[in-house]
């Protein structure tokens, strides 16, 4: 059993940065390929980014490229979500996710054994 438990989020102005933790449980963190996720209201949770176990690979979507940085420290059982020019439209609660299994260079939307409970970034000036 994973338990993943995020931190980090709060109010930002539009333009503006914030970093996410995700700490996890267990002693198989390595093993763990990472993802972040966000939802905001009466929209589909969807996917901001991915980090294969040593963090040598990671996946961002079109709407995040260039914005977000997804990093790990395994030796810390954290991962992290560096969001950079935010827009009021990346205003969600942030999810951090985690499975074991295959890495795809193409895509995070695959199905997460693990998830925390969330944290809300809000963008508004």
């Given at each position: 059993q994973v338990q993943l438990v995020e931190s980090g989020g709060g109010l930002v102005q539009p333009g503006g940065?914030?970093?996410l933790s995700c700490a996890a449980s267990g002693r198989t963190f390595s093993s763990l390929i990472m993802g972040w996720f966000r939802q905001a209201p009466g929209a589909e949770r969807e996917s901001v980014g991915c980090i294969s176990w040593s963090g040598g690979n990671?996946?961002?979507?079109d709407s995040v490229k260039g914005r977000f940085t997804i990093s790990r420290d395994n030796a810390k059982n954290t991962v992290y979500l560096q969001m950079?020019?935010?827009?009021?439209?990346?205003?969600a609660v942030y999810y951090c996710a985690a499975r074991r299994g295959t890495w795809y260079s193409t895509t995070c939307s695959v199905r997460y054994e693990y998830w925390g409970q969330g944290t809300q970034v809000t963008v508004s000036s």
């Open positions: 940065s914030l970093r990671t996946y961002y979507p950079s020019s935010l827009k009021p439209e990346d205003t």
